[in-house]
Each structure stands twice: as structure tokens, then as C-alpha cells.
């Protein structure tokens, strides 16, 4: 039996990224591609243990596995570009948040190749302790136990759940459904509740019925520092949403909320009353203009 450690391609070191890179890195020989990221994204991949690419083709080139974790918008690029850089046998996580169609498109980018094609979803934090980070996985269950490998005694549970790709980004898409739109309808419902000096009795509700998303309104600078990624998400899950036959005017408001927000990104501003004057201005405006990608 070979003692080489796997070889696994990261695209991109972000906060989530990174995170589940330094997992894998104690048993694998992680790998990350400085070209056109910024310092920060730099500094994550160094303290996480990751070793830097001089580009694509070297960043792939003898990888076992390539993970792609990245904006929804970009996944199928990134797909595209693992392919012309010479991919051509191994293993593809696609652990982005895209409806099961868009993931099944990915997929379809490989059908030529031996490459094999896993379905991913992460659900929770960036994983840095146990129990609060699992990825779901869909796929052939020869290669979901590779990847399962990959981070067993990591702090990063894995699970798979189906052998048929796009299960995992259907779970993935139905949870950012309830999860992140009921933190936009929270600041919806904030907004409005300073709007008519009635803020505090709404935080008062919210701790009496025990409900911490309207009792801790001190939180939505932090969902606006994330809007900017989840804005994405929104759109992914209302596609998801038509494509089923459901109704998805709910959730195109949670994407202009997030759009709105988006100007915060990874930094949530001081107070919540700037938020609240974002999403003013955005209805005034009747146009996403907040946006900052």
C-alpha cells in the first residue's frame, strides 16, 4: 500500500475554504492557487497549512481530488477551467450551493473524461470544532468514501446521503430556503418595526416567545457581512424553486434584501439603523444597486 498522502486541489481558500482545507491537510497534501486572490485569501491558505500553485495546470495536475468551494455564479467556470487545465482523471467535488440541475450540468462537463463527479453540500460554520459542520454528500459510494476518508477525525462530519448527483444540492437549496430567508425577513421585519419606533417592543417579543431571530437584532450586521454571498444562494434556491413548480416570490425578496446588503461584504457595519437605510434606499431606487462583487 502506498504511503503518498493524497493530493487534493482547493479552489478557493475563502472563510469556508480555507477552513475545510486545513482539514483535509491532515491527511492530505492540500493545494490552493495564489493567481489573482487577494492577501487575505493568501493568509488563510498559509495559516490553514495549504501549499500554493504556480497555476491551474499545476494546481491540478496529479490531483487525486479537486475541490471546488466558491460563489454559485462562478461554479460552473471553475468547472470549466479545472477541465482545459488537463483534469481528465480523478475525483470532482462540487460543494457549491447551485440548484441539482446547475450540478448536474457540472457533471455533465466531465462525460468525456475519467473523471468522477460528487455532489457536495455544506451545511453550518466554517468547520473549526466538532459538531457544528457537516457535508452531505451524493455520488457513487465508492467515491463519497474517498472523500468521507479525506476528513475522518476531522472536526468536519461527513455524510453521504444519496448515489443520485444534484441530492446534496437539493438539501443544500431547501435549507437556504428557511435558513437564510427567515434572517431577511427578520431585517424586514426590524426595519420596519424602527420605522414605526415600535424596535424595542418587537425585541421584547422575540425573547418572549423565545425566538432569537427577532430578540437579538444585534445580529443582522453580521448577515450583512455574508449578504454578498448569500444574495447568490437566493438566486440559486428561487430557480430551484420554479423548476419544482413552487412559488418563489418569497425568496426573490430575501435576494434583494441581501443585494441590498451586499456593499457590507465581510464587514458588518456599526450599528443597524445603516442597514435599515440600505433597504430604504433600494426600495426608492426599485433596483439592486448595492451590490459590490
Not at 83 to 94: C, M, P, S, T
Not at 105 to 134: C, H, K, Y
Not at 211 to 223: G, N, Q
Request: aromatic share 6%; glycine share 8%.
Amino acid at each position: 500500500m502506498s504511503l503518498t498522502p493524497p493530493r487534493v486541489a482547493l479552489l478557493h481558500p475563502g472563510a469556508m475554504g480555507a477552513a475545510v482545507g486545513q482539514q483535509a491537510a491532515g491527511k492530505a497534501r492540500v493545494l490552493w492557487l495564489p493567481e489573482g486572490r487577494s492577501a487575505a485569501t493568501a493568509a488563510r491558505a498559509d495559516a490553514a497549512g495549504l501549499q500554493p500553485a504556480s497555476d491551474m495546470t499545476a494546481l491540478v495536475h496529479g490531483a487525486d481530488v479537486v475541490i471546488s468551494l466558491c460563489p454559485p455564479q462562478v461554479a460552473d467556470q471553475i468547472a470549466a477551467d479545472v477541465l482545459a487545465a488537463g483534469f481528465h482523471h480523478g475525483l470532482y467535488l462540487d460543494a457549491n450551493a447551485l440548484t441539482p440541475e446547475r450540478m448536474a450540468a457540472v457533471g455533465n462537463l466531465f462525460t468525456e473524461t475519467a473523471v468522477r463527479v460528487v455532489d457536495g453540500s455544506i451545511i453550518g460554520p466554517p468547520p473549526t470544532r466538532p459538531e457544528t459542520t457537516r457535508l452531505y454528500l451524493a455520488g457513487a459510494p465508492e467515491d463519497t468514501a474517498i472523500v468521507a476518508g479525506l476528513f475522518s477525525g476531522s472536526d468536519l462530519d461527513v455524510l453521504p446521503i444519496s448515489d443520485r448527483i444534484g441530492a446534496a444540492s437539493a438539501l443544500k437549496t431547501a435549507q437556504a430556503v428557511f435558513q437564510k430567508a427567515s434572517r431577511a425577513l427578520a431585517g424586514l421585519a426590524h426595519a420596519l418595526a424602527d420605522h414605526y419606533g415600535v424596535a424595542d417592543v418587537l425585541t421584547e417579543e422575540g425573547r418572549r416567545y423565545n425566538r432569537p431571530i427577532l430578540a437579538e437584532p444585534d445580529f443582522l450586521p453580521t448577515v450583512a457581512a455574508r449578504a454578498w454571498r448569500w444574495s447568490p444562494e437566493m438566486t440559486e434556491a428561487a430557480t430551484a424553486l420554479h423548476a419544482a413548480g413552487l412559488p418563489d416570490t418569497m425568496i426573490r425578496g430575501a435576494e434583494e434584501i441581501f443585494e441590498a446588503w451586499a456593499a457590507c461584504r465581510d464587514t458588518p457595519p456599526d450599528d443597524t439603523g445603516t442597514l435599515f437605510t440600505r433597504l430604504r434606499q433600494a426600495a426608492e431606487q426599485g433596483t439592486n444597486s448595492f451590490r459590490a462583487w
